[in-house]
């Protein structure tokens, strides 16, 4: 041992005198400065590395070269210019809309008149009455059937709020009974699926998100002590993701679709991590209408213990009355393996009215993460389910009524007449040469776009016809959600797609007033940041 210690301090002593000997040609605040320099690169190294991660070297790169250029004199104002330019020709038609909206209460009430004045700005709604892609998903109009019955359900109620659940019983019944009711339909009372399946309604399908984000986000959090959490989704997945990582401080994680448009599992399972809390399908996604595979995601999932959200806010009360039609739709729900929430709409194809989504989960103890309790608040204790606090009642009562009002028969019906709407327009959009469909649509949404015209001027002229349709991007196309106004105008939808095609092919170019122009240059703009400073100052002028 005196051996061995000898040679130690031996060996440290000729390693000090070396490295003096070593450092004292430097300057004594060199060798200061150096470690801090090294920290400082070392820092801006890992950041540079992180932004190539999460965004990519081709995103980080023109990033950069973007920030560059903008450096240069006059370029910044240039640009602003004509991103106001831009922002100008969107808002044109809504600015002269608001030149005459009141700012300020009238000196003298207008009682019982207000109602006229109300029919009067309502006249100059546009006409949705089957020209919508989604949008209005009741059959008929406002003045008659499901539409009377579900607005005398709301007044009934309007004045109730679920907030106050000793006084407004009535509504908590009717909160629950929807929720159960849509469970049931979603695999609650299948063994598969454990039997515990509970859930609350939101004011839509954003919300509905937004809680399953959350509460997935702090159930891995005391799972599995995550802090610093992601998720996964494809790039078919709700925009309402993005809101949800936003407002909850989330890295998001993008991938591309596969060839069939569907969610990448492989492509997902290499983006897992152990900072991972959630993957995402969607049954179906709402760009093109395609039912992610929901069972190897479920797998997936399981296999690394995470959360999978299932996005059923477009096919929750259509999915499963197809599948009793006799439509091939593989497995989507609670009996998935590995499926730990669901979201889906019920003021969609539930009929109820607007502002009524349910959120679902396998079990309470991953329900329990959604709530928000204070303990320490003057006001006194309180607890809250979603994140509203007063809720209107009257909603709620509506989407009660709507569903007890047509029940499984009237759900079946109405599937089987939007289904054979859907086969309808896929068939006659594979008749025209000029168009080609999206994938392979296993629901009601219909996304077509084309190889040899622009499809944002055929969507104009089809505006100018007064259809509502949407303009998708990657691949560019337009689709139509087909509900039941659909149903006695899907004749005339064909005959005016064939005629804009025909418009289109023998005039090519910007329709004038049109927004092909602005879809078709935010498709071409390589710098994705200038796009979202587009919209951003679009909806800053117009709401």
């Known amino acids: 041992m005196d051996s061995s210690s000898s040679w130690l301090n031996s060996f440290l002593v000729r390693f000090r005198l070396s490295a003096n000997l070593f450092l004292s040609q430097f300057e004594p605040l060199a060798l200061l400065l150096a470690p801090l320099l090294t920290l400082f690169i070392a820092r ?14 081709k995103a980080t790169v023109l990033a950069l070269f973007m920030s560059s250029i903008k450096l240069v004199p006059g370029v910044q104002s240039y640009i602003d210019a004509e991103k106001q330019k831009v922002v100008d020709k969107l808002q044109s038609g809504s600015k002269s809309k608001r030149e005459h909206w009141r700012t300020e209460l009238p000196t003298t009430g207008l009682g019982v008149g207000v109602l006229e004045e109300m029919k009067d700005v309502k006249s100059n709604d546009a006409d949705w009455k089957g020209k919508c892609s989604g949008t209005v998903y009741i059959g008929g109009s406002e003045s008659e059937g499901h539409f009377t019955l579900i607005n005398e359900a709301c007044s009934m109620f309007a004045h109730t709020n679920p907030l106050h659940l000793d006084v407004f019983q009535s509504v ?49 959090k005391a799972k599995k002590g995550i802090t610093r959490p992601e998720m996964i989704i494809a790039e078919s997945a709700h925009s309402a993701y993005d809101k949800a990582a936003q407002y909850f401080n989330i890295k998001l994680r993008r991938v591309p679709v596969n060839k069939e448009f569907k969610a990448d599992v492989k492509a997902i399972r290499k983006q897992i991590n152990r900072n991972t809390i959630l993957i995402v399908g969607s049954a179906p996604g709402y760009p093109h209408g395609i039912i992610d595979p929901i069972e190897e995601l479920g797998k997936l999932a399981d296999s690394y213990g995470i959360c999978l959200h299932v996005d059923l806010c477009l096919g929750g009360f259509v999915l499963p009355f197809a599948r009793k039609l006799g439509y091939p739709i593989l497995p989507f729900d609670f009996t998935v393996r590995g499926v730990t929430s669901i979201s889906a709409d019920v003021h969609k194809y539930g009929l109820a009215p607007k502002g009524t989504s349910v959120v679902l989960y396998r ?38 009524a709507a569903m007890m009002s ?110 092909a122009p602005i879809y078709g240059a935010a498709g071409k703009m390589p710098d994705r940041g200038m796009v979202q400073d587009l919209l951003v100052n679009y909806m800053d002028g117009t709401c």
Not at 44 to 51: N, Q, R
Not at 364 to 372: A, G, L, S
């Open 44 to 57: 801006l190294l890992h950041s540079l590395l992180s932004v190539i991660h999460e965004k990519g070297l």
């Open 172 to 220: 908590a019944r009717f909160e629950a009974e929807v929720v159960a009711m849509t469970a049931d339909l979603l695999g609650s009372k299948e063994k598969a699926s454990g039997g515990q399946v509970c859930g609350n309604m939101t004011s839509g399908g954003t919300e509905s998100i937004l809680l399953a984000v959350k509460t997935s986000r702090d159930y891995m």
């Open 363 to 400: 079990n309470h103890d991953i329900r329990k993460h959604q709530f928000v309790a204070v303990t320490e608040w003057s006001g006194g204790l309180y607890v809250s389910p979603t994140i509203a606090g007063s809720r209107p009642g009257g909603v709620i009562a509506g989407a009660w």
């Open 406 to 515: 047509l029940g499984q028969q009237g759900y079946l019906e109405n599937t089987r007449k939007i289904m054979e709407v859907s086969k309808m327009i896929q068939k006659g959009i594979k008749e025209i040469p000029e168009l080609f469909i999206i994938g392979n649509p296993d629901m009601t949404i219909v996304a077509f776009g084309s190889a040899v015209l622009d499809i944002f001027e055929v969507n104009d002229i089809m505006s100018g016809k007064g259809w509502h349709l949407n303009a998708l991007q990657r691949p560019n196309s337009i689709h139509i959600c087909v509900t039941l106004q659909h149903v006695p105008v899907v004749d005339a939808f064909l005959q005016d797609l064939r005629e804009a095609v025909q418009t289109v092919r023998e005039n090519p170019g910007p329709i004038s007033g049109g927004l």
